[in-house]
Every structure is written in structure tokens, then in C-alpha cells.
């Protein structure tokens, strides 16, 4: 397995990958330490999880540098990843034993309630995107549910898995009952049908997920996935323009563009779509392209080759149909991986920009004429995971966000992110399943009833 510095495209480690034997052994393992931690109390779990997020925070500054150097990430947003876990691991440390507390339900028992139990060990296979973050958000919870994590993380962010690794049993997590494995494709999906993983949670392609979720379906076990998306923006007539797009290309741009919930078709109404998009290609053209180690940098390399150059294939494809290229749109001729920002005007149905989630510095800018097509607009996509609504009438935005919209987070006036007191997940080929909150913790327990007579 080879690490690989985007900005530079030179190696930085190759680790060796675990053999068959190994997995095994670390599935048994991890299934015998989640029998003692499930006995512990909320409070001595809750311990060693605060401890976890005062590691993140004392040491954001290395984890953000190894973010930008395993894929890419600008420093100074690898330092707000590190304080997100750390704030998701404080927000579980103090709230599970309230979200998870016996209900009590009257039924003609002399006693009936509800309890959530752990439900064993959970197999999180993680993308490289936020590699700090997509970990935590769920092995915060599921530790604190009295749950084991074995992480399959992406390939090319291995140290950052390793990383994690060593900073949970620092904080005193048991050794086995967090544990990374080094693996392929063929023994990550045998490891799902090991006898000792009870459930398992992908976030990635939407390809992927339905590989996980055949697999698992097939040895009938629970799975959360959080998918690709192709977040619609909407900005109606009465929306603040420069408000507008000053969010929207923020939400563009973050992590260089790499995001499942950035904004990636900004659906206009005509009667300011020539304002908005002259507001939005000022914004973007004045982005700063460079070094991730670099605090000026606005937008870093893209993480991988293939990914530069499938993102890039795209573009190419959708100017080929018709759409016209008024911002960026061609690969820097300099060492890295990177791609600069650009916008994609004229979009129709039959082209990749319209149809395809461009996971990259790439906007889709799109007139339709009100509000009415602008949601059917929206709607009109295999995704479903996050959008949003730009308008001063704030009764009618958020009657769309909420009634309208197919998707799973729905903003008004501001971009899609996850917040640990929200839940968190998409619908149609965005996936199924929630993290955050206290949906969230509760999809790997054990929702069991007791009823005495």
C-alpha cells in the first residue's frame, strides 16, 4: 500500500499489506475485548474519550501537516478537522448515557422498557476525504455504545489510520478493541462475513456501498452508508447575491473541492443568474492554487492522479456536449496533482456536469426560470444527500428544505456540514442510514424490549 505526497506526486511510505491470518486474528481479538468494554459504565468509557479529544486538540498542528501530506488538505483546515473529532468526542463523552438510558413503555406488563444494546464489533471501511473526521464521527459514538471498531481505512491515507490508531490507545482505549487493518478489497469484503464483525459502516462511492451493502446483506448484518452526492444549491430571485455566492464557492471549494456535500450544482434563477454568476466567477478566479503547507492556499492538489484526471475526463465531456468553460478547466502544468477552479455554464441533462458528482474544484452553474423548476431541478438526480436554499423569505426557503428537497440535510442561507447534534445521511443512491446525534449512536445497538409479566 503506497502513501503518496499529491503535491509533489514522490512517495512517502509503502506499508505492507496484513495477510489473511492476521485479519482474522485481529477480528477475534477486537470481539473479545468489546465483551469486557461493554461492561464498563458510560462514565469510565466516557474517560478515555475526553482524553482522546484533548490528544486531537494538543496535537492538531502534526495531524493537520500529516493530512497535507498523505492527501493534500490545506493546513490551516486539517487543524479545524482535528478540533471537529475532538468536539464529536467530547459531544458523545457527555450525552450517551442520556441518549441511551432505558425507556420505560406502558404495555399490560407489570414492567416493559426499552434498552440499547452494544451490538459488537463494527468494520468502518473509510475514505481518504476527511481522514480524521469520517473516523470519528463514527467510532466516537460506537465506542461510547459499548461497541469495537476495526478500520479499514483508504489505501493512500494509511498513516493517518495508523495515526488514529496510536492516539485512541494512547488515550486508553484497549489495544484490540480499536484496531486498523491493512487490506485489500477482496479480503475487506471477506472480513465483513467474519463471524466476530457484527455490523459495518462505509462512507465512499456509491459504487462501493453497494458492494458492502450485497455483502452484507448477504450475512444479514446491519450497515450504515454515507454515499457520493450531488448537492444542489438553489438561489431564488429574492436571494442576497453576494451573500449567496461568497457560500456557495465556499462550499465549493472546501477541502479542495473533495467533499460529498459541497455545492455542486448551483441552480439559479434567471433573474439573477448573470449576477450571481458574475459574483461567483469573481470569487473563485481570486482563489489561491498551491502548496497545502502553505496558510495563503485556498485550494490544494486534488489527492490522487486518477482523481485529477477522471474529475478533469468530465469536464472535457461536458464541454464536448455543449457546456461552456468561462473559468479554469485545464491541468496545471506543474508537479502534483492539482486541478484549478472552474466553472461550467449551459448545462444540460445528457452531460456528466449535470448528471455525474464532480468530486473537485469543479462548479456547475445552471439557469432554470423560477422557483418551481429550479426544485424539479434539485430532485432530478440519483443523489440525495445534502442541499440548499438561498432566499430572504425565510418561511418559503425552509418550507422547500423541508418538503421539497429529496435529500438528507437540507440548509437555508448557509452550506451543508455535519454537526454532532444533528443527524447526518443521505437518501436514493446517497445511501442509508444515519450518523451524529442520537439517530446516529442508535444504529449500532441492539433497540431490545424487555417485558416482564
Known amino acids: 500500500m503506497k502513501s503518496i505526497n499529491p503535491a509533489t506526486g514522490e512517495l512517502i511510505e509503502e506499508y505492507d499489506q496484513m495477510n489473511d491470518d492476521a485479519l482474522n486474528t485481529i477480528a477475534r481479538d477486537a470481539a473479545s475485548a468489546q465483551d469486557k468494554w461493554r461492561r464498563n459504565s458510560f462514565y469510565e468509557r466516557s474517560l478515555l474519550l475526553q482524553r482522546a479529544a484533548e490528544l486531537l486538540e494538543e496535537n492538531k498542528e502534526k495531524y493537520a501537516k500529516l493530512m497535507a501530506r498523505e492527501m493534500g488538505k490545506p493546513v490551516g483546515q486539517g487543524k479545524s478537522e482535528a478540533e471537529k473529532c475532538a468536539w ?17 413503555i406502558k404495555s399490560d406488563a407489570s414492567k416493559s422498557y426499552v434498552t440499547f444494546n452494544p451490538l459488537g464489533t463494527v468494520l468502518a471501511i473509510m475514505p481518504w476525504n476527511f481522514p480524521f473526521w469520517q473516523l470519528f464521527r463514527f467510532a466516537a459514538p460506537a465506542l461510547m455504545a459499548g461497541n469495537a471498531v476495526v478500520l479499514k481505512h483508504a489505501s493512500n491515507v494509511t498513516g493517518c489510520a495508523l495515526a488514529i490508531e496510536d492516539l485512541m490507545h494512547e488515550a486508553g482505549v484497549p489495544d484490540n478493541l480499536f484496531r486498523t487493518v491493512i487490506a485489500d478489497n477482496d479480503q475487506t469484503n471477506e472480513l465483513i462475513k467474519h463471524p466476530d464483525i457484527a455490523a459495518v459502516t462505509l462512507t465512499g462511492s456509491t459504487r462501493a456501498g453497494k458492494a458492502v451493502a450485497e455483502t ?34 465556499t462550499s465549493r471549494l472546501i477541502n479542495s473541492g473533495q467533499s460529498c456535500i459541497a455545492a455542486k450544482r448551483l441552480i439559479v434563477v434567471e433573474d439573477i443568474y448573470d449576477e450571481f454568476l458574475e459574483a461567483v466567477f469573481h470569487l473563485m478566479n ?54 484549478p477552479p472552474t466553472i461550467l455554464t449551459e448545462i444540460s441533462k445528457d452531460m456528466p456536469a449535470y448528471e455525474e458528482e464532480l468530486f473537485g474544484p ?13 426544485i424539479k431541478v434539485a430532485n ?29 440535510c437540507c440548509f437555508v442561507n448557509d452550506f451543508v456540514k455535519s454537526d454532532p447534534r444533528l443527524p447526518f445521511g443521505g437518501i436514493k443512491k446517497s445511501g442509508y442510514g444515519r450518523e451524529l446525534s442520537h439517530f446516529g449512536i442508535k444504529e449500532f445497538v441492539n433497540t431490545k424490549t424487555v417485558y416482564r409479566a
Not at 88 to 104: G, I, K, Q, R, S
Not at 222 to 243: F, H, T, W
Open 88 to 104: 464529536v468526542c467530547n459531544y458523545y463523552a457527555d450525552n450517551t448515557e442520556h441518549f441511551l438510558e432505558e425507556e420505560v
Open 216 to 249: 452484507a446483506g448477504s450475512e444479514l448484518k446491519k450497515s450504515v452508508l454515507e454515499l457520493g452526492g450531488s448537492d444542489p444549491y438553489l438561489i431564488l430571485e429574492d436571494a442576497d447575491v453576494e451573500m449567496a455566492a461568497e457560500i456557495c464557492v
Open 286 to 339: 481570486e482563489k489561491k492554487i498551491g502548496d497545502p503547507f502553505n496558510s495563503a492556499t485556498d485550494v490544494g492538489p486534488m489527492a490522487r492522479e486518477d482523481l485529477r484526471d477522471g474529475l478533469h475526463d468530465q469536464v472535457q465531456k461536458s464541454v464536448a456536449k455543449g457546456a461552456e468553460c468561462i473559468l479554469g478547466g485545464s491541468i496545471p502544468d506543474r508537479d502534483g496533482y492539482y486541478y
Open 362 to 374: 469543479v462548479a456547475s452553474v445552471i439557469k432554470v426560470e423560477d422557483t418551481r423548476e429550479a
Open 380 to 408: 432530478d438526480s440519483d443523489y440525495g444527500l445534502g442541499a440548499a436554499v438561498f432566499s430572504e423569505d425565510l418561511q418559503h426557503a425552509e418550507e422547500i428544505a423541508a418538503y421539497e428537497l429529496e435529500a438528507g
